[in-house]
């Protein structure tokens, strides 16, 4: 089993800065986590992605915040990073952590993070 823990996100004005972290834990060290990524949800929106990182390090970003936001992870510590930059109020979210995980790099067991709230206020 996978535990998710995230933390960061708060209040922010135009144009700031956030960055937001994902903790994974497993529960024995037979798992591994695949794909990590960011998702958020907005009230009266279907939850979208951000942005989703592969286990090798490959990104893939959601148009709307290409240039903007970067997403890093560390493996070793099995935590994903979500740095964000240049923030604009449509990006206020509740955003959420995922992870694919399990026992081969082909497994497609997923978790999510309880969420983090983000709000950029103008």
């Known amino acids: 089993q996978v535990e998710l823990v995230e933390s960061g996100g708060g209040l922010v004005h135009v144009g700031g800065s956030l960055g937001l972290s994902c903790a994974a834990s497993?529960?024995?060290?037979?798992?591994?986590?695949?794909?990590m990524g960011w998702y958020r949800q907005s009230p009266g929106k279907q939850r979208e992605l951000v942005a989703t990182?592969?286990?090798?390090?490959?990104?893939n970003y959601a148009d709307s915040v290409k240039g903007r936001f970067t997403i890093s992870r560390d493996s070793a510590k099995n935590t994903a990073y979500l740095q964000m930059d240049n923030l604009r109020p449509e990006d206020t979210a509740v955003y959420y952590c995922?992870?694919?995980?399990?026992?081969?790099?082909?497994?497609?067991?997923?978790?999510w993070g309880q969420g983090t709230q983000v709000t950029v206020s103008s």
């Open positions: 995922k992870a694919i995980w399990g026992i081969s790099e082909f497994d497609t067991n997923a978790r």
């Open positions: 497993l529960s024995d060290t037979i798992f591994l986590i695949n794909d």
């Open positions: 990182i592969t286990r090798y390090g490959s990104a």
